[in-house]
């Protein structure tokens, strides 16, 4: 820090103020004497320019409006200061919580709300695919009546086969008010290990993410990832030729559906997390070369027809919400507070 001027002490305040609305950083130090001058410190050096040519206007007018008015606008900014203190705070106390309840075997209902619904939701919607002995798992095949609530946009059974209008793309969805249709693509699963991989990313990070977070901050973020990778994936459909990617086609397309958009992101957010230094577990450089080599997979067309621009659009949307959280909680906060000595 670096000492910027000695005032009395209602000047000293005032300056300080004017600093702190100006974006410099800047403390004051109230001597204990009564009738002693105050002290205002620049706490970052490559500030004091700016702070000594604030001062030399200061000292010329200390009484101008613009520095009244400046009282008001540091007051507010250590309001929202101390604002996003209480939210890290509770942030931090959710995180911890999420681990002692986990530990102490609270049950997962308990921990993780959100993440037990949208289990619960899944594993509903693929029990009306099952078929018995011989049809184990066959939702999508026999086109259960469940699944025209469930596809992106409206879907009509012509003599049995599924149809619907591409040149209207996604307006019946809206025109219908059905717009539930965003979201519940994500409900579908094509076979046991589709549901299986997917629910596991909830029954793990999400969990995680729900108690360190919050469940209604989750919610949203799912069903933001959600929509978002649908959307991309209805609109963006590539079907990748072979051997390694070769051409492709970009064409509408409802026939798609599985959490995995919403399971990479979750994936793409700590991936973010970590590279934004703020990491929410300790995700080993093995597991990122596995899902990454994974997502490398389905591009290729190895693993058959697979919503690869679901996967992207929610590794992309993931890493960036994460690492903006980390950068956010990490970054050095200037001190917006009068610090008394």
Same mark, same amino acid.
């Given at each position: 820090?670096?000492?910027?001027?000695?005032?009395?002490?209602?000047?000293?305040?005032?300056?300080?103020?004017? /600093?702190?609305?100006?974006?410099?950083?800047?403390?004051?130090?109230?001597? %204990?004497?009564?009738?002693?001058?105050?002290?205002?410190?620049?706490?970052?050096?490559?500030?004091?320019?700016?702070?000594?040519?604030?001062?030399?206007?200061?000292?010329?007018?200390?009484?101008?409006?613009?520095?009244?008015?400046?009282?008001?606008?540091?007051?507010?900014?250590?309001?929202?200061?101390?604002?996003?203190?209480?939210?890290?705070?509770?942030?931090?106390?959710?995180?911890?919580?999420?681990?002692?309840?986990?530990?102490?075997?609270?049950?997962?209902?308990?921990?993780?709300?959100?993440?037990?619904?949208?289990?619960?939701?899944?594993? %509903? &919607?693929?029990?009306?695919?099952?078929?018995?002995?011989?049809? $184990?798992?066959?939702?999508?095949?026999?086109?259960?009546? /469940?699944?025209?609530?469930?596809?992106?946009?409206?879907?009509?059974?012509?003599?049995?086969?599924?149809?619907?209008?591409?040149?209207?793309?996604?307006? $019946?969805?809206?025109?219908?008010?059905?717009?539930?249709?965003?979201?519940?693509?994500?409900?579908?699963?094509?076979?046991?290990?589709?549901?299986?991989? +997917?629910?596991?990313?909830?029954?793990?990070?999400?969990?995680?993410?729900?108690?360190?977070?919050?469940?209604?901050?989750?919610? /949203?973020?799912?069903?933001?990832?959600?929509?978002?990778?649908?959307?991309?994936?209805?609109?963006? +459909?590539?079907?990748?030729?072979?051997? &390694?990617?070769?051409?492709?086609?970009?064409?509408?397309?409802?026939?798609?559906?599985?959490?995995?958009?919403?399971?990479?992101?979750?994936?793409?957010?700590?991936?973010?997390?970590?590279?934004?230094?703020?990491?929410?577990?300790?995700?080993?450089? +093995?597991?990122?070369?596995?899902?990454?080599?994974?997502?490398?997979?389905?591009?290729?067309?190895?693993?058959?027809?697979?919503?690869?621009?679901?996967?992207?659009?929610?590794?992309?949307?993931?890493?960036?919400?994460?690492?903006?959280?980390?950068?956010?909680?990490?970054?050095?906060?200037?001190?917006?507070?009068?610090?008394?000595?």
């Amino acid at each position: 820090m670096r000492l910027l001027a000695e005032l009395p002490q209602d000047r000293a305040a005032r300056l300080t103020d004017a /600093l702190l609305a100006s974006g410099v950083a800047a403390r004051l130090r109230d001597e %204990i004497e009564p009738g002693a001058e105050a002290s205002v410190w620049v706490v970052e050096e490559d500030d004091v320019p700016a702070a000594r040519a604030l001062l030399d206007r200061f000292q010329s007018a200390p009484d101008a409006p613009e520095f009244h008015a400046a009282t008001k606008a540091a007051n507010r900014l250590r309001a929202a200061e101390e604002r996003e203190k209480k939210e890290a705070a509770q942030r931090i106390r959710r995180g911890r919580d999420a681990f002692r309840d986990a530990a102490s075997g609270t049950p997962f209902w308990q921990r993780a709300p959100v993440c037990t619904g949208l289990i619960a939701a899944c594993v %509903i &919607v693929a029990l009306f695919g099952w078929g018995g002995a011989d049809a $184990p798992f066959s939702l999508w095949e026999r086109q259960e009546p /469940l699944l025209q609530w469930l596809w992106i946009v409206p879907v009509t059974l012509d003599d049995g086969v599924p149809s619907w209008i591409p040149a209207l793309g996604l307006a $019946p969805t809206f025109t219908t008010g059905q717009i539930w249709r965003l979201f519940t693509p994500a409900l579908l699963h094509a076979n046991p290990i589709h549901l299986a991989f +997917n629910m596991s990313w909830l029954v793990g990070l999400g969990a995680l993410l729900e108690g360190r977070f919050g469940w209604w901050k989750f919610l /949203l973020g799912v069903l933001t990832v959600a929509a978002a990778s649908n959307v991309a994936e209805f609109y963006l +459909n590539m079907k990748f030729g072979l051997p &390694v990617l070769g051409l492709f086609q970009v064409e509408q397309s409802p026939w798609f559906g599985g959490f995995s958009g919403v399971a990479v992101a979750l994936f793409g957010f700590e991936f973010g997390r970590h590279r934004g230094g703020r990491p929410i577990t300790n995700m080993s450089p +093995n597991s990122t070369f596995i899902m990454l080599g994974f997502l490398f997979l389905c591009v290729t067309g190895r693993l058959g027809q697979i919503a690869n621009v679901a996967h992207f659009t929610g590794l992309g949307l993931g890493f960036a919400a994460g690492f903006i959280s980390a950068k956010r909680e990490g970054a050095p906060r200037r001190p917006r507070e009068r610090a008394a000595s």
